[in-house]
C-alpha cells in the first residue's frame, strides 16, 4: 500500500472559514474540502501548502501552527492529512483549480458534504474555533 502525505489550510477570516468545492469528475467531486494538496517528495509540509494554495487559489499564506493530523486508510492507499491555521496575506480565493469557493459560518459548514478526512477533522475540531481563529 502506497502513502500519500496532503496538507490542508484552515483560513478563517470575520468567523467565516475558507472551503473549496471540488470538480466535477475528480475523485469526491462537489464535495467541499479545507483547501490544499499534496506535499511533493522532498517538499516541506508548510512550504508544499503554500505552494498548493498559489496554484489552485492565487493566494498567498502565512502558514501557522499545525491543527491536527487525520489518516484515512483506502484500500489502495493510506492519506496522511496535516491541518495547519493559516493567514492570507495577498490575494483574494479564486477557483483557479477547483469548481468553486466560499466563506462559511461553522453552523453551514456543518451541512456540507465533505471527503472523508475533512469530515473528521471537522466532527473533532468545529468546537474549537478560538483556536481556528489564526488569520485575524
Known amino acids: 500500500m502506497k502513502q ?4 490542508a489550510a484552515v483560513i478563517v477570516r470575520d468567523d467565516r472559514i475558507l472551503m473549496a468545492q471540488r470538480r466535477t469528475g475528480d475523485r469526491e467531486g462537489g464535495k ?3 483547501p490544499g494538496g499534496k ?3 522532498g517538499e516541506d ?4 501548502l503554500e505552494r498548493e494554495l498559489r496554484e489552485e487559489l492565487g493566494i498567498e499564506v ?8 487525520v489518516a484515512v486508510n483506502r484500500s489502495d492507499l493510506q492519506l496522511i492529512l496535516l491541518y495547519f491555521g493559516c493567514r492570507i496575506i495577498a490575494g483574494t480565493p479564486l ?3 477547483c469548481q468553486a469557493v466560499t466563506w462559511r459560518y461553522p453552523e453551514e459548514i456543518d ?3 465533505k471527503p472523508p478526512a475533512d469530515h473528521h477533522f471537522w466532527e473533532r475540531n468545529r468546537g474549537q474555533l478560538a483556536v481556528l481563529e489564526v488569520s485575524r
Open 111 to 113: 451541512g456540507l458534504e
Open 32 to 34: 467541499w474540502e479545507f
Open 95 to 97: 477557483p483557479i483549480e
Open 62 to 69: 502565512e502558514v501557522g501552527a499545525p491543527l491536527d493530523v
Open 39 to 41: 506535499v511533493e517528495f
Open 4 to 7: 500519500l502525505v496532503v496538507t
Open 45 to 48: 509540509p508548510r512550504a508544499g
